[in-house]
T-cell receptor, first 113, second 116 residues
Framework: DAKTTQPNSMESNEEEPVHLPCNHS???????IHWYRQLPSQGPEYVIH???SNVNNRMASLAIAEDRKSSTLILHRATLRDAAVYYC??????????????FGQGTRLTINP | DVKVTQSSRYLVKRTGEKVFLECVQD?????MFWYRQDPGLGLRLIYF???????EKGDIPEGYSVSREKKERFSLILESASTNQTSMYLC???????????????FGPGTRLTVL
């Protein structure tokens, strides 16, 4: 499985944008980039995923570098509820391996009031 | 609202006991998963199932077995619990559509198992 590298922790202030980086220099051409987050005392939850183009949904935006070797999860206006561990995960599109989520250590995001 | 439920939030068992962790999903998903989460090691896949009565080993299957007799239910079994199986156990499910199985995984709240 291709690896991802994320900072261990980040801190931001409430109502400010947050940019969470992820490096994946060994990504293959067909790997999808997925983001999950885990709020305290809960199971992980899906945030967003993409392949090449930037993606937006109600939770966040995903900006993918042109060479696909890095990506950034953007929370446009952080709230205290966004404090969580954020995981960047690469997934193959088909086959048995596609079913697996390989979690790294993630980035622990702290939001200051 | 989609739901993955796990039978217990907290469980305390003794070394050598047989332990059953149950997971039920109400989304008619084909795929179901069991992970364990430990500090410093993150989430690791134990077993997964892509259909009733079908199972496949994950990254750390030793000491565990699974059962999937019905589509909505996936059980994790510790045949003889040991202290190193003290952990948070998370169940998840996902749909398979069009032969593509990288869909969003939905997680349960987790079971914190302590083996004394």
């Amino acid at each position: 499985d291709a690896k991802t590298t994320q900072p261990n922790s980040m801190e931001s202030n409430e109502e400010e944008p947050v940019h969470l980086p992820c490096n994946h220099s060994t990504i293959s051409g067909t790997d999808y980039i997925h983001w999950y987050r885990q709020l305290p005392s809960q199971g992980p939850e899906y945030v967003i995923h993409g392949l090449t183009s930037n993606v937006n949904n109600r939770m966040a935006s995903l900006a993918i570098a042109e060479d696909r070797k890095s990506s950034t999860l953007i929370l446009h206006r952080a709230t205290l509820r966004d404090a969580a561990v954020y995981y960047c995960i690469l997934r193959v599109p088909k086959g048995r391996g596609a079913q697996k989520l390989v979690f790294g250590q993630g980035t622990r995001l702290t939001i200051n009031p | 609202d989609v739901k993955v439920t796990q039978s217990s939030r907290y469980l305390v068992k003794r070394t050598g006991e047989k332990v059953f962790l149950e997971c039920v999903q109400d989304m008619d998903h084909e795929n179901m998963f069991w992970y364990r989460q430990d500090p410093g090691l993150g989430l690791r896949l134990i077993y997964f199932s892509y259909d009733v009565k079908m199972k496949e080993k994950g990254d750390i299957p030793e000491g565990y077995s699974v059962s999937r007799e019905k589509k909505e239910r996936f059980s994790l079994i510790l045949e003889s619990a040991s202290t190193n199986q003290t952990s948070m156990y998370l169940c998840a499910s996902s749909a398979m559509s069009g032969g593509v199985s990288y869909n969003e995984q939905f997680f349960g709240p987790g079971t914190r198992l302590t083996v004394l």
